[in-house]
């Protein structure tokens, strides 16, 4: 079985967002970009507005899809991750379900220990850094 999760690479200031699941959390403690499952009938940034406005409390603006990436979990399921690249639109980040979060820059990103999921989608957003990031910061 595979599942669809949609997640958000937030940037700011040339940074971008990772959050921390929280004790309660499957996978407590590894850090992911915020985001959740797709659910039967919805689009996939649908998916990620709604997940970061239940998650972060805030509307973010989708600028661009990245790469899907699919992961095998140890339960024999996969997750496909669908990155989108965000910004924030309204409101004040506030942590809903995670309990820490970190912005960081290119040199920075693998100073948190990434869900495995996340891992290629971190990879690709430093090789591709001053493309998307340092572009889309404009
Ligand atoms: N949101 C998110 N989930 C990820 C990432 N990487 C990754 O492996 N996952 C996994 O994908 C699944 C998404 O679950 P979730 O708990 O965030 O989604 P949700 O809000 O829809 O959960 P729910 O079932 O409680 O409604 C989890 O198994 C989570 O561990 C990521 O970067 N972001």
Redo the contacts with the bound molecule.
């Keep these: 079985m595979t599942?669809p999760?949609?997640?958000a690479v937030i940037l700011a200031d040339q940074k971008v967002l990772a959050v921390r699941?929280s004790k309660d959390?499957?996978?407590s403690g590894?850090w992911?970009?915020?985001?959740?499952?797709v659910?039967v009938g919805e689009i996939p940034e649908s998916c990620i507005v709604r997940?970061i406005g239940?998650?972060l409390g805030i509307r973010i603006r989708v600028l661009a899809s990245l790469p899907n990436n699919t992961?095998a979990?140890t339960s024999g399921k996969s997750?496909l991750?669908i990155?989108f690249l965000a910004a924030v639109e309204a409101g004040e980040i506030k942590l809903y379900?995670h309990d820490q979060l970190s912005w960081l820059g290119q040199s920075e990103l693998f100073e948190v220990n990434?869900?495995?999921?996340?891992i290629a989608?971190v990879k690709y957003l430093e090789e591709n850094w001053d493309d998307l990031i340092v572009q889309f910061s404009k």
């Design positions: 599942i999760v949609a997640c699941r959390m499957p996978l590894y992911e970009f915020p985001g959740g499952k659910e997940e239940e998650e992961h979990m997750i991750l990155p379900e990434w869900a495995p999921a996340d989608v």
